[in-house]
Structures are given as C-alpha cells and as structure tokens.
C-alpha cells in the first residue's frame, strides 16, 4: 500500500526524522491557510506539492495548462500560493510515472522553503538476493536512481544489514562515508540512518525513500519521501490502513482486492487468470518465452467461488489491451469444474471477443471440460501449460492479424 507524501513525513517525524515543516490541504482554501499559519511562524518561503502516489512531480505537466510549471512550486508569498493551488487542485498531472493518463490532483502539500546545501538520495528497501534489509545511498540526489545506476553505478553505495545485530553504529558510519559527510553532519546523517530503520522494521514498511535527502547547515533532513507498505502485514497497522486513498488506486486492483484475488495489471497483450501465485508467475514466462506479452497477474486462489472467477475473469477484460486470455488451473483445494462455471458465466456475460484458452488439471478435470464444451464457447482447450502458451500466443497473434 502507498502513501502521500505529506502522511510518509508525518510518520517519520514520529521516529525523529526531521522533516521542513509542511501541512495538507484538501481545497484551495485549505493551502492558502497552511501558508498563512507558516508565515505566522515565520517562514518567508513556500514550497506547494501536488500529492499523488506518483513520482516526477516537479518535472510532470498538467494536462491542458496554460503553464508547464509542474506539480512542485516555489512560492514567496501567500498570494502566489492560493494562484498555485488554483492551478493544480482538480487538475490532471502527467509524470514519467503516471504514464500519458496522469492523475488527478486532490491533495496538496504546503511546506517550509529551505535553504538546501546539497542533496543526496537514500532509501531503504528488502534486498532479496541477500535476504536482508538494505540501505542504498548515493551523493546524486535529486535524480531518477535508475539513471545513477546505469550512468554513475559507483556513485550508489550499498549497505546490508545484519537482521540478528540491527542497524550499528558502523553502518551509519559507512553510509556517511558515502555521502562524503563528516563531522555534525555525518553525526545528524547517522542518526536520521538508524531512525529510518527503525521506522522501516517497527511499521512493516517494503519502500522508505527519501529523495532528496539534504543538509542545511550541520543538520541532515528529509526534503521528500516515498513509503510502501506489505499489505499482508496491515492488519498489525490500523493506523497505517487508514492512510489509504482508495481514489489513487488503480479500479481493478481495488475490486480484486476487494473480492480477495490478487491483480496487478501490466503493460502486455495477454490476460492470464491462475490460482497460486507461482503458478501464475510461472504462466507469465512461458508466455513470454513464446514471444507473448502477459497484460496482468492475476492469481484467483485456491478457495475461490465461481462468483469471484466471474469477477476476475470481467477485471481481466476490462482491460482494452486484452486480445487473448489464457486460464491455467491445477485443481487442487480449488475445483476445475468451479472454474469452468465461472468462466462460461462471465464469459457469456461480456459476450467475450478475444480467444480464451484454458488449460485444466487436477480435481473434478473432466467435469469442468465437460461444462466447457458443453457451453457453446469458442473455447480452446490445451493439455498442458506449453501448450497453452503457444495457442493463446499464436491465437492472439491472429486475431490481431485479423482485426
């Protein structure tokens, strides 16, 4: 589950990590007040962030502006930040990461201007080919990671830590190091490292970035933050469950979610619906090892209802980029015959228009090819997962041949 960033500082200032002072607001009105109750502290300088669970912002566009100043904006006075807000709330912001669609702002984020000595990048993330918690770290912050990593790799250090030891004083030391620091400000530096481990181990957090990470003056603080969470774990973390904004994610998602199925919708061609998360993994590679494109994962369960495959099978042709579906079921808990009814229902539903192979094996086998055959469908049946993958691939390939 992602966040805002104005909810990820919030949860950082709990565990000491400094943060400018910032407030949120849900309508103009709400910005130009967080500005005023800034300036009354004292601030000269605002900074106005469009929130959306996206990054790029302050190099994005909003779609059909008069400007192309972005969704980050400077601000010296509180009338340049009510012509701000005016010019984000409500509208729709295209980033790298949003693709051509964008997002549309509900949310913004009125902050402190400070006076930023230099930036640097770092998060913290799970390295599985370690099995370990790691921080990466680099002195060119500010910039996609990506791009440091193929341009400058060694301008990104890498430091894993020992899950039975936590974090110590000589991995803040290495990191410091790494970003060139010394003195007060590798002092601050090592002490915002431990905290934002803590914070990252204490919440079940995937993702804490921080980027970019600053000095301004002897002090290290966090400018910008991004923070995902392992959904499997929310259920310790009320708290962190009601940060979700349900108009951020993608619809599908949210009703698979919803219905207990878990979907992530990809860039390709190809709807898969599988029951068992490496089954599914496994039926998206063959896919592409024949030259196809999977357009999702979508892993049904292994105690789903011929109600829920419906619901699945109508996710996966929601998506107009779906020209062939491919169905991978090993029947074990879950029964072939339950999911042949769930795919001849809904596929009699959306009058389906795009070649469905299925591959059944398992419980109940040869009831669920009956109701399959049985239902009129032009449904193509394969007798193992290679095969399946060469019909759905060479299906897709025709029919969009032929459209």
């Not at 904006?73 to 295209?94: N, P, Y």
């Not at 590679?285 to 999977?294: A, F, M, S, T």
């Not at 169905?327 to 042949?340: P, Q």
């Not at 399946?388 to 969009?400: F, G, H, L």
Request: overall charge negative; hydrophobic content about 40%; charged content about 25%.
């Amino acid at each position: 589950m992602n966040i805002h960033e104005y909810q990820a500082k919030e949860l950082l200032e709990k565990y000491d990590v400094a943060v400018p002072k910032g407030i949120a607001a849900m309508s103009v009105d709400d910005a130009v007040k967080a500005a005023e109750e800034l300036e009354s502290g004292g601030s000269t300088l605002f900074v106005i962030k469009a929130q959306i669970h996206a990054g790029g912002r302050g190099a994005g566009h909003f779609k059909d502006a008069s400007d192309d100043k972005g969704g980050v904006r400077l601000c010296k006075t509180v009338d340049e930040v009510r012509t701000a807000a005016e010019a984000m709330m409500g509208k729709t912001l295209v980033t790298k990461q949003t693709g051509p669609d964008g997002k549309e702002v509900q949310r913004l984020y009125v902050t402190d201007g400070v006076d930023i000595e230099k930036e640097y990048y770092c998060s913290v993330v799970l390295d599985r080919g370690q099995s370990k918690v790691a921080f990466m770290v680099s002195t060119e912050g500010g910039m996609d990671i990506e791009e440091v990593a193929e341009s400058n790799p060694e301008k990104i250090i890498n430091v894993a830590i020992d899950p039975e030891a936590g974090f110590t004083r000589a991995d803040g030391e290495k990191l410091a190091t790494g970003l060139e620091l010394s003195g007060a400000k590798a002092e601050s530096a090592i002490t915002l490292f431990g905290n934002l481990y803590k914070c990252y181990m204490e919440l079940d957090a995937e993702v804490v970035e921080i980027n970019p990470l600053i000095t301004v003056g002897d002090e290290v603080m966090a400018l910008d933050a991004k923070m995902s969470f392992d959904g499997n774990a929310l259920y310790r973390h009320p708290e962190i469950k009601e940060l979700r904004d349900e108009s951020e994610e993608d619809a599908n998602e949210k009703l698979a979610a919803d219905n207990e199925l878990s979907y992530v919708r990809l860039d390709g061609n190809i709807g898969c619906m599988v029951n068992g998360a490496g089954l599914a993994m496994s039926t998206m590679d063959i896919i592409k090892l024949y030259g196809g494109e999977p357009a999702n994962f979508l892993d049904v369960g292994g105690g789903a209802t011929a109600e829920r495959v419906t619901i699945a099978f109508k996710i996966i042709l929601s998506d107009p980029a779906v020209k062939g579906i491919l169905v991978n079921i090993f029947g074990g808990i879950m029964k072939c015959d339950v999911i042949a009814e769930g795919v001849v229902a809904a596929a009699k539903e959306v009058n389906l228009s795009v070649p469905l192979v299925v591959r059944l094996e398992g419980t109940n086998v040869k009831e669920g090819k009956r109701i399959m055959a049985a239902s009129g469908l032009p449904i193509i049946s394969a007798d193992n997962l290679d095969d399946a993958a060469r019909k759905v691939v060479d299906a897709t390939k025709k029919a969009q041949a032929a459209a």
